[in-house]
């Protein structure tokens, strides 16, 4: 309680209204097949009680911005699109597809990412990010928030800085308690102490709260990983999950954060993951729900 207070006391920027629940969301169903636009509407009726705004990562992929808006337009939903820049193929799809569907779909798209976490991985410096976001903008007729995501220390350490100057209107923040091996005891404060200093940083260099992007946790985990699967001293496992629900996500909503969780639905068909030590952790059982959208523990903050 005490630490929660001292943080509490220099969070930058408290909002008076609670902040607003977010989910990721894959394109793909369990079987690795892509989703259809039913698939996304029963997601939706899933993830309706909650929220009703997810965030997908690459829109032409898997015909994703197709498939997904007609669902949202049906059951009030909003998405965030995403571009994946990593290549310039990638980059050109998956702008044309935004640039074709969003104008159809104006109330369905909340906004538009450029790129997911390509500062952390060295892919792009801040001045060729922004480059990819003003081009995107422009593509769009300036119609819709565009931005990105990346990991929190790359706002921290001043790499997106051309970004925040520069013109970029949405900023996702990600952090993982999980993959920075914490342990569950120390999770929630690490993620606070995380987005508190990357939302600090990107404040001190906007100059203004009301003039600087947009900000929200882009992904924090659910902690759910395969039991096995501990990194570090960071341990899964769905009553940590649970833990990491309630003190982690709803507590940083309560304070007027926006966030989305990572993610709504177990993937069953992905790849393993490797850590930044090297050690290998499924990423198949950070859902939410299951993949068979059951639940799993309470959602309700
Ligand atoms: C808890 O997290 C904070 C913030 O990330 C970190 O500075 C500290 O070393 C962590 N404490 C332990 C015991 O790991
Ligand atoms: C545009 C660009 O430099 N893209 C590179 C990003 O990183 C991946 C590998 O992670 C490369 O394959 C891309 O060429």
Redesign the pocket.
């Known amino acids: 309680m005490h630490l929660t207070t001292l943080l509490l006391a220099s969070f930058p920027a408290l909002a008076t209204a609670a902040g607003t629940l977010g989910f990721a969301l894959g394109a793909k169903n369990p079987d690795g097949t892509c989703k259809a636009t039913s698939d996304y509407t029963s997601d939706f009726a899933t993830l309706g009680a909650h929220s009703k705004l997810v965030r997908i990562y690459a829109a032409s992929q898997c015909d994703t911005a197709a498939a997904i808006l007609p669902a949202a337009k049906s059951t009030g939903f909003q998405v965030i699109l995403g571009i994946w820049?990593?290549?310039?193929d990638s980059y050109e799809a998956d702008k044309a597809a935004v640039v074709q569907y969003a104008p159809q779909y104006k109330d369905q798209v909340y906004a538009v990412t450029v790129g997911s976490e390509?500062l952390y991985?060295g892919?792009?410096t801040g001045e060729t990010l922004l480059e990819k976001i003003l081009d995107t903008k422009t593509a769009l007729g300036g119609a819709f928030k565009v931005g990105t995501a990346d990991s929190w220390n790359k706002y921290q350490d001043g790499t997106a800085d051309p970004l925040i100057k520069g013109g970029a209107d949405i900023l996702l923040c990600n952090a993982f308690s999980y993959w920075q091996g914490q342990t569950l005891a120390n999770s929630t404060a690490s993620f606070f102490d995380d987005i508190m200093q990357a939302f600090g940083h990107i404040q001190d260099v906007a100059g203004s709260t009301s003039t600087g992007p947009e900000l929200w946790v882009g992904e924090t985990e659910t902690r759910m990983a395969n039991r096995r699967s501990n990194y570090q001293s960071a341990t899964p496992g769905v009553s940590n999950a649970q833990t990491y629900w309630q003190t982690a996500i709803c507590g940083i909503l309560d304070w007027g954060v926006n966030v989305f969780s990572f993610e709504a639905f177990d993937e069953p068909w992905k790849p393993v993951s490797v850590g930044a030590d090297g050690s290998v952790a499924d990423e198949t059982h950070w859902g939410v729900w299951n993949a068979d959208r059951s639940t799993k523990f309470p959602v309700s903050c």
Do not use: E, L, S
């Open positions: 820049p990593d290549t310039d390509t991985r892919n792009f």
